[in-house]
T-cell receptor
Framework: GIQVEQSPPDLILQEGANSTLRCNFS?????LQWFHQNPWGQLINLFY???GTKQNGRLSATTVATERYSLLYISSSQTTDSGVYFC?????????????FGQGTILTVHP | SQTIHQWPATLVQPVGSPLSLECTVE??????LYWYRQAAGRGLQLLFY??????ISSEVPQNLSASRPQDRQFILSSKKLLLSDSGFYLC???????????FGSGTQLSVL
C-alpha cells in the first residue's frame, strides 16, 4: 500500500515563529487532507488539497502531486496551534477512497 | 449543518466484557462512515467503513465488529474485550469518498 511519511516528527517553537511541516507519499494520490489533533484528542480537518495551494488565515498548504509531497505552513504560531498534525492520502484507484494517515508531527508552541 | 456525535468519551472495561460504541451523524443522508483506532497518540488505523445501511467492510481482522442499523448510525462492538483493544476510537464521516473527512470527539477505551 501507499506509504506516508511526515517530517519532522517533533517540532518546538516559540510563539510568533513560522514553521513548515512536510508530507511525502510513495504513490500517486487523488485525495490529500491535513488534520490538527488538539491536546484533547479532537481531530479537525484543516485542508482538503489533492493539488495546488490553499490558505486559511495563518495556515496554508501546498500539494505538488507530481513530486509526491505536500507542505503545511503555519505563520505567527500561537500556543493554540500545539498538537499533532496529520497528513492523510488516498492512493489513485482506491475504490472507496481509503485515507492512509502518516504518523504525524507533534508541534509544541511555547508562550 | 452537519454534526457527528460519539459516546461515551471514556470507558473502562474489564477483559472479557462486551463493548458497544455508538456514533451518529446529523444533517446529512447516506454518509460514508468510518471507525478508526489510534494507539499511543500517533497514527490512525482504519478498522471499518460503511457506504450504506448494512454494508460493512473490515480493514483489519481483529476482535471487533461493526454494524450500521440505520443510515446515520454506526456501532462498534466486541463480544469479549482483550487488553490489546485499549486505545482511542474515532468515528468519522464524509459525503463521498473524495470529500473532507470529519471526526467525532473520540472514545478513550481502557481494558483492564
Amino acid at each position: 500500500g501507499i506509504q506516508v511519511e511526515q517530517s519532522p516528527p517533533d517540532l518546538i517553537l516559540q510563539e510568533g515563529a513560522n514553521s513548515t511541516l512536510r508530507c511525502n507519499f510513495s504513490d500517486s494520490v487523488n485525495n490529500l487532507q491535513w488534520f490538527h489533533q488538539n491536546p484533547w484528542g479532537q481531530l479537525i480537518n484543516l485542508f482538503y488539497i489533492p493539488s495546488g495551494t490553499k490558505q486559511n488565515g495563518r495556515l496554508s498548504a501546498t500539494t505538488v502531486a507530481t513530486e509526491r509531497y505536500s507542505l503545511l505552513y503555519i505563520s505567527s504560531s500561537q500556543t493554540t496551534d500545539s498538537g499533532v498534525y496529520f497528513c492523510a492520502v488516498t492512493a489513485g484507484g482506491t475504490s472507496y477512497g481509503k485515507l492512509t494517515f502518516g504518523q504525524g508531527t507533534i508541534l509544541t508552541v511555547h508562550p | 449543518s452537519q454534526t457527528i456525535h460519539q459516546w461515551p468519551a471514556t470507558l473502562v472495561q474489564p477483559v472479557g466484557s462486551p463493548l458497544s460504541l455508538e456514533c451518529t451523524v446529523e444533517g446529512t443522508s447516506n454518509p460514508n462512515l468510518y471507525w478508526y483506532r489510534q494507539a499511543a497518540g500517533r497514527g490512525l488505523q482504519l478498522l471499518f467503513y460503511s457506504v450504506g445501511i448494512g454494508q460493512i467492510s473490515s480493514e483489519v481482522p481483529q476482535n471487533l465488529s461493526a454494524s450500521r442499523p440505520q443510515d446515520r448510525q454506526f456501532i462498534l462492538s466486541s463480544k469479549k474485550l482483550l487488553l490489546s483493544d485499549s486505545g482511542f476510537y474515532l468515528c468519522a464521516w464524509r459525503r463521498t469518498s473524495n470529500e473532507k473527512l470529519f471526526f467525532g470527539s473520540g472514545t478513550q477505551l481502557s481494558v483492564l
